[in-house]
C-alpha cells in the first residue's frame, strides 16, 4: 500500500520501533484531520496592505491567495488583531473592511472584487494558454496566480507548477505568488516556460523566538537573527555551529584543532561566567537538547570526544534563531544567560508526495606552513652533526686511552647510532651537504632534506561523504516529512573515520477544530575511530612530524615496531612517539546512540482561549575503548579503559494563553502563563586495565591491574513563567516576561536561603514609520529596547558533602569524603542582568536594510572557588562573589545593489565589537588560573604561560614569561650574550573582541556564486608549537647566527650599553625559547570561508527524467587565508573549547575543502 493510500483512507498501522515518540509519530499519520493551524491564527496589523496580511496567513497555514495585484493594491491599508482565530473570521473581518471577496478551492483562496468590472475584450476566439510556473531553483511553485490583467479570469498552478488558461491572444496576464516578484507577460499560442524571483528584503520577516513561538521581527523587542537552512547546507561542514562563522553578527565561533570529528564552542555577546558554561542553550522543535562534550584535549594530551549539536544533521534543519538578548532568551530563565539557538526543523507541506536527494562530496587538503621550518640544517647539536659529534668523541677516547688511531672509524661506527638516535629531535646540527651520514635508525644516509614532504606523505587526504533522501507531501488533512542521512568522514590523521547516520520523522495534524497534534522524533547513530590524539607528545603523532629533523623522512617509520616488538621511534626520547604507531597500534573508538523527540498537542477552546501541552527528551548513549597496545615506547606493559554513559534530559511543559483586541482592533493583549518540569541524569561506569599479561591480547580480563568505577547525577528543576505583550495600532509594543524557576540543586536539608530565583524581562519597540510619514525611500524604521534577567544553573551535589570508595583494604572498600571543596548551603545561580538598544530601518523600497544594537551585559554572583587553609583539608570554599561585565555594539547591513531580469547581487555585512572586563572574583582573591600550558613543566625548557582571569582586566588574559627591558623597552641580555627573563607578565588578551563577515550573492539565470568572507580581529594566541620549534632548532625564524653566532639587539645587563656580546646560536635560541612572550602573536585573520558556484538546470532538459528540479554545484571552505600573521600554524588552532582559549599546542593541520552539491526533487 502507498503513502497516499494511507493518507486518504486514515489507515491505522502498528510499527515495531522501539522508542514511544516514533509510535506516537505513526499513530499521528492515522487520524483523520484537517490542515494545521487554520483555526489557531494570530494576526496582530495595523495600516498594513493587504498583501502583507496575505502572506502572513499563508506563512501560518500553507494556504495560497489567488489574485490580481492591481485589484488589491486599490484597496486602502487594513487594521487586524486576532489570537488563535479561525481562517474564515479572518477573511470575514477582511471583507468587512475592503471590497474584496473569497473563494475557496482546496488549498488556494481565490480573490475577487465584490463588482469586478471587467474591460471589453475581443470576440475573437480565445486561446488556450498553458505554461509552468517554478522558482529560481527549478522547483515547481503550486498555487501561483495567472490573470487575466483588468478582468476576472484566472487560475492557479497545480501540485506540479502546471497551469491551463483561456483568453485572448495577446492578452496581458499577470503572474504572481507570495514573497516573489510579480511578471506581466503576453498570452501566446506556445507553452509559457516562467520563472519567478524572490522579492527583495521583507518588512514583515516571521522568525523562531523563545519556546518555538513564530513572531513577526517588527514587533520584537530584542535582536533575534535567523540563518535559514538553505544557506548552512550551501557548504556543509561535520559539525553544524561551526558553519555559524561570519554569518550572524556578536556571535563568536571557534573551532579547536581537533579535526574533523571535533566540537565547537559558541560564544554570543562575550563569556560571562568565569568558570562556569559560556555556551548557548540549544533548543531543537522546542526542546532543550544536551551539548555535552565528551571529553577534551589538554596541557596532559586527551581526545576531542565531539559535542552535542555535532549529531544534528544540517539536512534536516529549516532555520537556526539566534537569540542574542538576554530579552530574547529570558523565558528559558535559568538555561539561557548565554543566550538560546534555537533550530526548527523541515516540516511536510500540502500537496503530493516529493522525493528530495542530496549528495554531497568534499576532499580536503592540509594548509601547512612549511617554509616556517628550516630545511638547511640537519640533526645535531652545537653545529655537528651525528659522525661529526662521534669523530670528537671517539678521539677523546683514543687520546684519554692511549689507544691507536686506527680503531677511529670503529669507535665512530659504536658511537654514531646511538648518538644519532639522541639528537635527531634537535636539529642545530651542521649545514645539509649530502655526504652519508649516520641517521637515527644506525643507518647512514645522504645528509639532505629528505623530509621536505613529511607532512604531505603522513597525512591522507580527508573526504567527506553526505547522502540524504527526504520524503515528504500531505493532504488537507495531514502533512509529514520522513528523512535519512548518511555522513562519512575520513580524516587527514591515517586510520582516523567517523560515521553517522540520521533519522528523522515529524507529523503535524488535527482531530477536529479545537485540537491539534504535532510530534517529531529524530533518532542519530555516530560510530568513531581514533579521534586523533592531541596536546601532550606521547599519544601526538602531529608532534613527531614538527620535531623531526630535516634529514628524516618520516616513512622510515612505517615499520612501527622493532625486531623486540617494541615501538620503532625516531628518537632515543620515549614521549616522543612514533606517528604511525600512534595511528595504527594505539586504539580508541566510540559509538553513540541518541534520540531527541517530542510530542505536542493544542486545544482552542474560544477564539481567546487556548492551552498546550508538551513533552519530549533527549536521551543519549555512549560506549567508549581506548588501547594503550603492549611495547609502547611511554608505557611498555600496555593499558585499556572502558567507558559507558547514559545520560539525557527530559521537559514536560504546559501553556494557557489569551489574546483579544480592542477599541475596533487599535489595542491587542497577548499572554500566556506556563509551567515546565526538567529532569536531567547523568550515568557512567568506567573499567580500567593496566599491563597485558599477553602482548597482543587486548582484553581486561588480560591485565594484570584491574579497577572500575561508577557514578550517578540527576537534578530537577520546576519553573512558572508567563509573558504579556500589548500592541497599540501595530506600531508600538510591550512585552513583559517573568519565569521563576525551583532548583533540585538548591534543596539541602538545613539550608537557610531559598530555593528558587525570579528572571524578569521587559521590552518595548516603537515603529516610527507607522506614527510619522516619512520619506517615501524610507519605508520602515523602528527603534527598540529591553532590559532582563536570566541565570546559570547550579550543578548537582555542590551544597553537601559527597562520597566515594576508591580504595579496598582487605578486599572490603573504603569510603571517603570525595570533593576537594568545601560545599557551601548558600550557593545559589549566578545572575545575568542585560540592556539593549536597537535600531532596525529599511531604505529605497526595501533595497537596503540597516539592523544596529548596542548592548551591556553584567554578570554577578558567579560561582568561584576561595583559598582557605590547607590546614581544614580542602583547597577551598565554593561561593557566590564573581562579577564580569560585556557591552559592545552589532551591525548589520543588507543590500540587493543590482537587480535586473536575469542578474541579482544580494549583499551583507555583518559586524560586531565586544568589550569584556573582569570586575571582581572575591573579595580576598583578585587572581586566579584558568588554563595552564605545558610548556615550562617536567623538564620543559619552553617558557611557562597561563590563562588568567584578572579584575581590571578583560576575561582569559594571556601571562607567561617576558623579555626583561629597560626603561625604553630594550631587551637587557645577560654576559653570555642570552635574552634575561623579566618575569610572568600579562602578554596578551586571548578572546578577540571584533568579528566579522561579509557575504556576497550572485544569480544570473540559472547560475549562482556564493561568497563567505569570515574575519576575527584583535585577540593572541600563544603557540606552544612554535616555542619547541625554536628550541629544537626547527623554526625557519633560528636560521641567523647558525654558523657565525647572533648578537641579540638591546642593552646589556646594566641596561645602558649597547649589547655586543655574540652567542652561539643553539644557546640563544633555547634561551629566546624560554620566554614566552616571543610566542604570543595577534591571532587576528581574514578568511575566505565559504564559495559556491552552481547551476540549476532548466525544466525542458529535466522534465522528462521525471525531475522537478535538479542542481550541481562546485564548492569549497577555507579556500584563502587573506590575512594572518602567525607562523606555522593556522591562528584557529586552539588547544580546547573550554573557557581557556588562547592556547595552540601540535593540533591537527588546517585543511582546504573542495567538492561537489548534488540536490534533486522529484
Not at 579535526?259 to 560571562?272: A, E, F, H, L, P
Not at 626547527?1034 to 654558523?1043: K, Q
Request: net charge neutral.
Amino acid at each position: 500500500m502507498n503513502i497516499n493510500s494511507i493518507l486518504k483512507k486514515g489507515s491505522t498501522y502498528s510499527c515495531p520501533f522501539l522508542t514511544f515518540l516514533l509510535f506516537t509519530c505513526f499513530s499521528v499519520i492515522s487520524m483523520k484531520t484537517y490542515a494545521q493551524s487554520e483555526n489557531s491564527l494570530t494576526l496582530q496589523v495595523k495600516k498594513q496592505n493587504i498583501e502583507q496580511v496575505f502572506a502572513q496567513i499563508t506563512q501560518q497555514t500553507g494556504v495560497k491567495f489567488f489574485y490580481d495585484h492591481e485589484t488589491v493594491r486599490q484597496e486602502s491599508q487594513i487594521t487586524l488583531s486576532f489570537r488563535n482565530a479561525s481562517l474564515k473570521e479572518i477573511l470575514d473581518a477582511i471583507g468587512k473592511q475592503t471590497k474584496l471577496r473569497f473563494e475557496r478551492k482546496g488549498n488556494t483562496i481565490l480573490v475577487n472584487s465584490k463588482t469586478v468590472k471587467e474591460k471589453p475584450v475581443s470576440k475573437e476566439e480565445p486561446i488556450q494558454v498553458k505554461g509552468r510556473i517554478v522558482d529560481s531553483t527549478g522547483e515547481a511553485i503550486i498555487g501561483a496566480s495567472i490573470q487575466a490583467k483588468g478582468t476576472s479570469t484566472g487560475t492557479i498552478t497545480d501540485i506540479d507548477g502546471n497551469f491551463s488558461l483561456s483568453v485572448q491572444e495577446g492578452q496581458l496576464l499577470v503572474i504572481s505568488y507570495i514573497g516573489y516578484q510579480s511578471v506581466q507577460i503576453k498570452a501566446e499560442r506556445k507553452t509559457l516556460n516562467i520563472t519567478l524571483k524572490e522579492s527583495d528584503i521583507a518588512i514583515d520577516e516571521v522568525v523562531v523566538t523563545a519556546l518555538g513561538i513564530r513572531k513577526e521581527k517588527k514587533a520584537l523587542a530584542y535582536s533575534v537573527t535567523e540563518v535559514k537552512g538553505e544557506e548552512m547546507n550551501r557548504v556543509k561542514v561535520a559539525n553544524l555551529a561551526t558553519g555559524l562563522a561570519g554569518k550572524v553578527a556578536g556571535v563568536n565561533v571557534s573551532k579547536p584543532a581537533s579535526g574533523v570529528m571535533g566540537s565547537s564552542r559558541i560564544i554570543i555577546r562575550g563569556n560571562g561566567s568565569l568558570n562556569g558554561s559560556n555556551q548557548p542553550l540549544y533548543v531543537i522543535d522546542g526542546i532543550p537538547m544536551d551539548n555535552t562534550n565528551y571529553g577534551q584535549t589538554n596541557m596532559w594530551g586527551g581526545t576531542d570526544g565531539g559535542d552535542g549539536i555535532s549529531s544534528i544533521n544540517s539536512e534536516d534543519i529549516e532555520s537556526m534563531s539566534v537569540l542574542k538578548g538576554g530579552t530574547a532568551a529570558a523565558l528559558y530563565g535559568s538555561r539561557a544567560s548565554n543566550g538560546a539557538i534555537v533550530i526548527t526543523t523541515k516540516r511536510g507541506a500540502i500537496g503530493k508526495i516529493k522525493v528530495e536527494y542530496n549528495l554531497s562530496y568534499t576532499n580536503e587538503h592540509i594548509v601547512f606552513k612549511n617554509n616556517d621550518l628550516q630545511w638547511e640544517y640537519g640533526a645535531g647539536s652545537t653545529g655537528a652533526n651525528a659522525e661529526q659529534m662521534a669523530y670528537g668523541l671517539a678521539m677523546q677516547q683514543i687520546q684519554q686511552n692511549g689507544l691507536p688511531e686506527s680503531m677511529l672509524p670503529t669507535l665512530i661506527d659504536k658511537i654514531a647510532p646511538t648518538l644519532a638516535s639522541q639528537i635527531n629531535m634537535l636539529s642545530f646540527g651542521s649545514k645539509l651537504d649530502g655526504k652519508d651520514v649516520m641517521q637515527f635508525d644506525g643507518v647512514r644516509r645522504p645528509y639532505v632534506a629528505s623530509g621536505k614532504d613529511n607532512f604531505k606523505n603522513f597525512y591522507e587526504n580527508a573526504w567527506a561523504l553526505t547522502n540524504n533522501v527526504a520524503v515528504s507531501g500531505g493532504t488537507e488533512k495531514v502533512q509529514f516529512r520522513i528523512a535519512a542521512g548518511d555522513q562519512r568522514f575520513h580524516d587527514i590523521m591515517p586510520n582516523s573515520k567517523l560515521e553517522r547516520n540520521n533519522i528523522t520523522l515529524s507529523v503535524q495534524s488535527k482531530l477536529d477544530e479545537h485540537l491539534t497534534l504535532k510530534a517529531n522524533v529524530m533518532y542519530v547513530r555516530e560510530r568513531a575511530k581514533n579521534r586523533p590524539g592531541l596536546g601532550d607528545l606521547t599519544s601526538n603523532a602531529n608532534a613527531t612530524l614538527f620535531m623531526l629533523s630535516p634529514n628524516t623522512d618520516v616513512r622510515l617509520l612505517e615499520r612501527r615496531v622493532n625486531d623486540k616488538g617494541m615501538e620503532f621511534l625516531p628518537t632515543g626520547q620515549a614521549y616522543i612517539g612514533n606517528p604511525y604507531f600512534i595511528a595504527y597500534n594505539h586504539s580508541n573508538k566510540d559509538s553513540k546512540d541518541r534520540v531527541i523527540g517530542s510530542i505536542e498537542a493544542q486545544y482552542n477552546f474560544t477564539p481567546n482561549w487556548y492551552v498546550r501541552g508538551k513533552f519530549g527528551g533527549d536521551m543519549i548513549n555512549r560506549r567508549n575503548e581506548a588501547i594503550t597496545p603492549y611495547g609502547t615506547a611511554i608505557d611498555t606493559d600496555g593499558a585499556m579503559s572502558n567507558s559507558s554513559i547514559y545520560n539525557g534530559e527530559f521537559n514536560a511543559e504546559a501553556i494557557a494563553g489569551y489574546t483579544n483586541t480592542f477599541r475596533d482592533n487599535s489595542f491587542s493583549v497577548d499572554a500566556f502563563l506556563g509551567w515546565n518540569t526538567m529532569g536531567t541524569w547523568y550515568n557512567q561506569t568506567t573499567a580500567n586495565g593496566q599491563g597485558f599479561i599477553q602482548p597482543d591480547f587486548h582484553a581486561m580480563g588480560n591485565s594484570t591491574v584491574t579497577n572500575g568505577n561508577s557514578s550517578h547525577s540527576e537534578s530537577y528543576i520546576n519553573s512558572l513563567f508567563g509573558q504579556l505583550e500589548l500592541s497599540y495600532h501595530s506600531m508600538l509594543y510591550l512585552t513583559f516576561t517573568g519565569r521563576n524557576d525551583w532548583f533540585s540543586a538548591l534543596s539541602y536539608k538545613g539550608k537557610n536561603s531559598s530555593n528558587h530565583i525570579f528572571y524578569p524581562s521587559i521590552g518595548a519597540g516603537f515603529i516610527i514609520s507607522e506614527a510619522v510619514r516619512l520619506p517615501e525611500w524610507i519605508p520602515f524604521l523602528k527603534i527598540r529596547g529591553s532590559w532582563a534577567q536570566s541565570g546559570g544553573a547550579v550543578g548537582p551535589y555542590n551544597l553537601g558533602l559527597t562520597y566515594a570508595f576508591n580504595q579496598k583494604i582487605h578486599g572490603q572498600p573504603i569510603g571517603s569524603v570525595s570533593p576537594t571543596i568545601v560545599p557551601n548551603l548558600n550557593l545559589k545561580p549566578l545572575t545575568s542582568s542585560a540592556y539593549e538598544i536597537g535600531l532596525d530601518a529599511r531604505f529605497f523600497n526595501n533595497r537596503i536594510g540597516i539592523d544596529f544594537t548596542y548592548y551591556v551585559r553584567n554578570t554577578k554572583d558567579d560561582i568561584v572557588d576561595a583559598g582557605v587553609s590547607s590546614a581544614s583539608g580542602y583547597k577551598g570554599v565554593r561561593i557566590n562573589a564573581g562579577k564580569v561585565h560585556n557591552h559592545g555594539v552589532e551591525l548589520l547591513f543588507t543590500a540587493v545593489p543590482v537587480k535586473t531580469k536575469d542578474f541579482t547581487w544580494d549583499t551583507s555585512f555583518n559586524f560586531s565589537y565586544n568589550k569584556s572586563e573582569v570586575k571582581k572574583i572575591t573579595d580576598e582573591i583578585d587572581e586566579f588560573i584558568l588554563e595552564t600550558a605545558r610548556t615550562g613543566h617536567d623538564g620543559d625548557n619552553c617558557g611557562p604561560a597561563f590563562i588568567y582571569h584578572e579584575v581590571g582586566e578583560p576575561y582569559g588574559i594571556i601571562k607567561g614569561e617576558s623579555y626583561k627591558r629597560n626603561d625604553k623597552g630594550e631587551i637587557m641580555y645577560d654576559d653570555n650574550g642570552l635574552p634575561m627573563k623579566g618575569g610572568i607578565k600579562k602578554l596578551g588578551e586571548s578572546v578577540a573582541p571584533y568579528t566579522l563577515g561579509v557575504s556576497n550573492s550572485f544569480s544570473y539565470k540559472g547560475f549562482s556564486l556564493n561568497i563567505l568572507i569570515d574575519a576575527k580581529i584583535g585577540g593572541n594566541i600563544y603557540s606552544m608549537t612554535n616555542a619547541h620549534m625554536y628550541s629544537f632548532g626547527r623554526h625557519a625564524g633560528t636560521l641567523p647566527g647558525r654558523e657565525e653566532g647572533i648578537i641579540g639587539k638591546g642593552v646589556k645587563a646594566d641596561g645602558k650599553t649597547p649589547n655586543d656580546v655574540k652567542a652561539e646560536a643553539m644557546k640563544y635560541y633555547m634561551a629566546m625559547a624560554g620566554i614566552t612572550e616571543e610566542f604570543v602573536y595577534d591571532a587576528s585573520f581574514v578568511k575566505l570561508r565559504e564559495l559556491s558556484f552552481g547551476y540549476t538546470f532548466p525544466q525542458k532538459w529535466i522534465k522528462k527524467l521525471g525531475m522537478s528540479s535538479l542542481s550541481l554545484a562546485i564548492v569549497g571552505r577555507n579556500l584563502w587565508n587573506i590575512y594572518d600573521d602567525v607562523p606555522l600554524v593556522d591562528p584557529e588552532a586552539m588547544l580546547n573549547i573550554g573557557n581557556g582559549q588562547g592556547f595552540e599546542s601540535y593540533g591537527m593541520p588546517a585543511t582546504r575543502s573542495i567538492g561537489f552539491n548534488l540536490n534533486v526533487k522529484f
